[in-house]
């Protein structure tokens, strides 16, 4: 593994252990040659996944941008760490077993969404407005309301 600070190509692995409840394994690294020490996080990957864009264009899957643009939808919600990479391994653990290599990224989207709305409905919301490309505050309102349990016309508002 290089090092991150000085590219020396070999550095000692000082201490390994399970991470992500048994999913990954956590190495702390040490550079013998800046003596920089780093962390490195192993995963299993089933099979190399390629994401169809809506152009047609096709990507290599890139767990690092999910994590991303999960995390900014996230942002200043009361979600503990844990549990956001519990579900970012989730999500990637659905996509490698549908067994297909070719995902569409509507499919990558409805997953995502489906596993923020469990978890953080202000963060599925985000999401939504950015997976959805929202235009304008009609768009943001009629989504916001099919979350709603239905409530008769006029009683959505408290009195004064």
Same mark, same amino acid.
């Given at each position: ?45 089933? $099979?190399?996944?390629? *994401?169809? /864009? ?5 990507? &290599? +899957? =890139?767990?690092?941008?999910? @994590? ?57 919301? $985000?999401?939504?407005? *950015?997976? /959805? ?5 009609? &768009? +943001? =309102?009629?989504?916001?309301? @099919? ?14």
């Amino acid at each position: 593994m290089r090092c991150p600070f000085c590219g020396n190509i070999e550095t000692q692995v000082k201490d390994s252990r399970p991470a992500e409840e048994h999913v990954s394994i956590r190495r702390r690294r040490l550079c013998p040659g800046c003596g920089g020490r780093f962390t490195t996080y192993e995963r299993v990957q089933l $099979r190399d996944l390629v *994401v169809v /864009k809506s152009s047609g264009r096709r990507e &290599d +899957f =890139d767990r690092d941008k999910l @994590e991303r643009s999960i995390r900014i939808a996230l942002q200043k919600r009361p979600v503990a760490p844990e549990r956001v990479e519990q579900m970012i391994s989730g999500i990637v653990r659905r996509l490698e077993s549908t067994g297909e290599t070719d995902i569409p990224s509507k499919t990558v989207g409805e997953i995502v969404m489906e596993s923020l709305a469990r978890i953080d409905t202000v963060a599925y919301v $985000r999401f939504a407005s *950015v997976y /959805k490309n929202f235009q304008a505050a009609d &768009d +943001f =309102d009629k989504f916001v309301s @099919e979350l709603r349990p239905d409530v008769p016309a006029g009683e959505d508002k408290k009195d004064t």
